[in-house]
């Protein structure tokens, strides 16, 4: 369906936002009763069939500029950051960031939805709830799969069709660096919500039977198009707002086609209802502006947009959490297995390994760049003291007693991850780290009453603490010391490094013929040295763009947005379910954690209307 005139005027649920949770949800319900009338709105595009969203070589196309399946949100200027912007992405497509995403599964610890539960007074969201449901989701391609996992959901989970010897070559050099952490095999389970600082081959949300992305809508959506006509389902527009009745109770929401895919249809808002629920599922972006759009935020936010304020609920796009990220890049061998002729698109690259995908299952195309990774944590007093004084007062009253919590997450990846545009076209690996628990909170507000298109008040509160710029200082050096030990190491770009005194022993190897020795000490960094990484992490840091937050699930005098049966607090008939609810963040990349609000949400929702067999 992709016109407002081929859907009904009423349905008994309305979710406004077609991506992660919002197709779990419509999923789960319209299975489990043939009856109940389901529409869902999703800004952008279908998906249906389409390699770019079902090849995973082609996850990187979803990210360019212009891109019609992600929709780039700029932020306001840093100081901190040297007065740059943070551009962050947000999947616009059915089902949304699971249709463009790295595919990278990673899990959160078990303490990160017990904090959910306790901290945040949140019944039923703990980790013993939602274990459950994250085995439902999932059929865990790996042999020896532990209690945590499931054996048949309709999302699959692998090691992927391909193994780098770039990601061999971390893990090697990784360990013997690092004897501090445990040695354990390469398929150890990392992601069983408790295992950490265990260096491992890295799983992926991929179909080690088809070589495909595990993104939901193929897997959950499209295959109910002929058995299930109750759930419909309508690309290309934009929700205005929800709409309400004298009572506040919800009733359905205005929508509009989005202009990006529809630049000559009209500019007619319509309506459509929804008899029993309006669900708002457009994440953390998307989800507070349809609230404040509703009249439902602060009321400063309204009145400089000229909205006429419902229910002041002051949480409404506060809270604002993300990963704070930096990346280092080095030179690879010629003989280095990497995916940097894919990313540039070189001529015949893409067209060959197209033509190789689905032979085997084994090849290249099969990969996402994603072969290795640690959740890091310090083990010992003297690492702690590495990661600076003002880490050390939040290590002491945040993970002292929470030992499932990590600090960084550091991977490698078989790829220039940048603009390829500034080097040469030849072969690179790039180290990435991301601190899991960020003291950065920002904020995303609407700029206009009506028009979904313009661009919001966004704030990411990237290093306002110092505590989160010294452990990425510190991964920094740590990272390096990986990198040039490698056997496929060849130097380092300068102009992707701190400017390091020239002639310390800090300086850049801007060519190298092999590896330094293992043996050879470690670097030593001078003041001016440590300014300068410093400058460089300002200057770099960015998003892993795993937003959430802004619509918190928590009370509503601690600048909560919605209960923990995910009702909007001040107004009926209406939920909020996505990556916006999460009062807390979490260890892992987020794809999972929308997953599991799907399922969370489904169940609640079913429970209400008398649903049986979504449990």
Known sequence: MSTPTAINEEYDIVIAGGGTAACVIASRLASADAKLRILLLEAGPTTYNDPAHTHPLNFLSHHAPGSRTARAHVSQPSAVLGDRTTIVLCGQCLGGGSSINTMMYTRPS?????????VYQNPGWGSKDLIPLLRKIETFQVPGGGSTHGTDGPLAVSPGGFFTDIGKQFLQVARALDPVRAQKPDDTDTNDLETINVYT???KWMNAETGTRSDVPHNMIYPLKDTRPNLHFLTGVHVKHVTFDDENRATGVAYALNPLLHPDGPRTTHTVRGTKLVLVSAGAFGSPGILERSGIGAKDVLERVRVKQRVNLPGVGENYQDHNIIYAKY??????????????????AIDAAAAEFGKSRKEISTHNSIDAAIKWRPSTPSEVAELGPEFQEYWDSYFVNAPDKPVLLIGVLSILLGD???L?????????????????????????ADDVSSPVDFVPGFFWSKADVQPLTWVYKFMREIARRMPHFRGEPPMLHPKFAPSGPASVIAHAEGPVPFDAPRIVYSEEDERALEEFARAEVTTAWHSLGTCAMKPREQGGVVDSKLNVYGVRGLKVADLSVPPGNVSSNTYGTALVIGEKAAVIIAEELGIKGVA
């Open 424 to 448: 040469p076209p030849r072969k690179y690996f790039t180290l990435g780290s991301y601190i899991e628990y960020p003291l950065a909170r920002g904020h995303v507000h609407i700029t206009h």
């Open 331 to 348: 030179f690879a061998a010629d003989d280095a297995q990497v995916l940097d002729a894919l990313f540039r698109d070189e001529k015949g």
């Open 420 to 422: 390829p545009t500034v």
């Open 110 to 118: 078990a303490s990160d939805y017990d904090d959910w539960e306790t």
């Open 201 to 203: 081959r890295w799983l």
